[in-house]
T-cell receptor, first 114, second 113 residues
Framework: DVKVTQSSRYLVKRTGEKVFLECVQDMDHENMFWYRQDPGLGLRLIYFSYDVKMKEKGDIPEGYSVSREKKERFSLILESASTNQTSMYLC?????????????FGPGTRLTVL | AQSVTQPDIHITVSEGASLELRCNYSYGATPYLFWYVQSPGQGLQLLLKYFSGDTLVQGIKGFEAEFKRSQSSFNLRKPSVHWSDAAEYFCAVGRGSQGNLIFGKGTKLSVKP
């Protein structure tokens, strides 16, 4: 079974803190994604990566950055957390490079910024 | 630009009743379409997908979906709902052959005894 794990299920941070959300997949997938999920807005793509050290902006990259030093690990970084970044963050990895390939999701990290 | 619309925010059905969740898409060419389910406290799980061939697609957990090009729709159906089907359901369209997914806003399904 494909497994995508996220470092924390719940996280509480203060405004201005630097926040790291970690995601690890165990299936040697090249493609990895970070989404945020908000009620009434569905999932919105923040960043994605097609390979190690490669990253592409998604639809809402402002206020975020990412790091992919190893194939299995994709980190989302909030350089200076703000209250409007309180959200559920979902990581996913994909079996191949095509839209038709399946994305596998982690359980999510619910981040609260106070 | 591609988009996905799920017109129903919340649907309640009785256990054992049939279910249809609506999804409309906007895309110029043949779309790649997906349905995902998110159970409470969980990540998303793929139910089924369509990208060519038979327009009636079978998925896991007894779900099926039908692609109707003339209506730009990809509605999800299940003949008899179980209490464990209570979850949020997301329709998605692929952004080109090597693109990412665009998700709808989701439909929350409640099941009453």
């Amino acid at each position: 079974d494909v497994k995508v794990t996220q470092s924390s299920r719940y996280l509480v941070k203060r405004t201005g803190e630097k926040v790291f959300l970690e995601c690890v997949q165990d299936m040697d997938h090249e493609n990895m994604f970070w989404y945020r999920q908000d009620p009434g807005l569905g999932l919105r793509l923040i960043y994605f990566s097609y390979d190690v050290k490669m990253k592409e902006k998604g639809d809402i990259p402002e206020g975020y950055s990412v790091s992919r030093e190893k194939k299995e690990r994709f980190s989302l970084i909030l350089e200076s957390a703000s209250t409007n970044q309180t959200s559920m963050y979902l990581c996913a990895s994909r079996t191949g490079q095509f839209s038709t390939d399946t994305q596998y999701f982690g359980p999510g990290t619910r981040l609260t910024v106070l | 630009a591609q988009s996905v619309t799920q017109p129903d925010i919340h649907i309640t059905v009785s256990e054992g009743a049939s279910l249809e969740l609506r999804c409309n898409y906007s895309y110029g060419a043949t779309p790649y379409l997906f349905w995902y389910v998110q159970s409470p406290g969980q990540g998303l799980q793929l139910l089924l997908k369509y990208f060519s061939g038979d327009t009636l697609v079978q998925g896991i957990k007894g779900f099926e979906a039908e692609f109707k090009r003339s209506q730009s729709s990809f509605n999800l159906r299940k003949p008899s709902v179980h209490w464990s089907d209570a979850a949020e359901y997301f329709c998605a369209v692929g952004r080109g052959s090597q693109g990412n997914l665009i998700f709808g806003k989701g439909t929350k399904l409640s099941v009453k005894p």
